[in-house]
């Protein structure tokens, strides 16, 4: 069955510093999504991505955050400038389209972001 | 924004019981209700969804419910076996306008032989 893989499984890097989270979602699927996760909370929505372009974010998604596809098959979380606050599990997802009967959302196996 | 809140927060049942799992959410727009498995180390995993023009929806050993007037749904799991051991998590959208799914604080079931 085919799978979101994301890379790497666990980013340990010092506050300031800029990391990059990615993703490789499912072949024909064409809507992707990162969610996080921190440490005994709940699964928090950050930001949906379609035809190249940002469909919907959350309130945690600021201008520290940011996404990109850059070629046809990766899809990429990048954090400018890391806080402590944002170590957490990253979940990256994909569907083949929003609400559609038969298109739940995929989701990896997520990176574990450690910021010291 | 829509809310959902999830109990219990820990469920212990021996294996060959039923579990029960419930939901509230707030926002009446909200449309369809997946509920996913994560076990440790790896991804939530789509076990069950239901749209809100049905009540119930059963897939062999797990069913769910909905309520829309009383905004709750539910996740029952019967015959309970030790590798349906794992967090369950609830979650709510409106998915005519857009997909941010919002989770349950989840449900911790450990199924004891």
């Known amino acids: 069955e085919p799978e979101v893989t994301q890379t790497p499984s666990h980013q340990v890097t010092q506050m300031g510093q800029e990391v990059i989270l990615r993703c490789v979602p499912i072949s024909n699927h064409l809507y992707f999504y990162w969610y996080r996760q921190i440490l005994g909370q709940k699964v928090e929505f950050l930001v949906s991505?379609?035809?190249?372009?940002?469909?919907?974010k959350s309130e945690i998604f600021d201008d520290q955050f940011s996404v990109e596809r850059p070629d046809g098959s990766n899809f990429t979380l990048k954090i400018r400038s890391t806080k402590l606050e944002d170590s957490a599990m990253y979940f990256c997802?994909?569907?083949?389209?929003?609400?559609?009967?038969?298109?739940?959302?995929?989701f990896g196996n997520g990176t574990r972001l450690t910021v010291t | 924004g829509e809310n959902v809140e999830q109990h219990p927060s820990t469920l212990s049942v021996q294996e060959g019981d039923s579990a029960v799992i419930k939901c509230t959410y707030s926002d009446s727009a909200s449309n369809y209700f997946p509920w996913y498995k994560q076990e440790l180390g790896k991804g939530p995993q789509l076990i069950i969804d239901?749209?809100?023009?049905?009540g119930e929806k059963k897939d062999q050993r797990i069913a769910v419910t909905l309520n829309k007037t009383a905004k709750h749904f539910s996740l029952h799991i019967t015959e309970t076996q030790p590798e349906d051991s794992a967090v369950y998590f609830c979650?709510?959208?409106?998915?005519?306008?857009?997909?941010?799914?919002?989770f349950g604080k989840g449900t911790s079931l450990l199924v004891t032989p």
């Open positions: 239901i749209r809100s023009n049905v």
């Open positions: 997802a994909s569907s083949e389209a929003p609400g559609h009967y038969n298109s739940p959302l995929h």
């Open positions: 979650a709510a959208t409106n998915s005519n306008s857009g997909y941010a799914l919002n």
């Open positions: 991505f379609y035809n190249n372009e940002i469909s919907e």
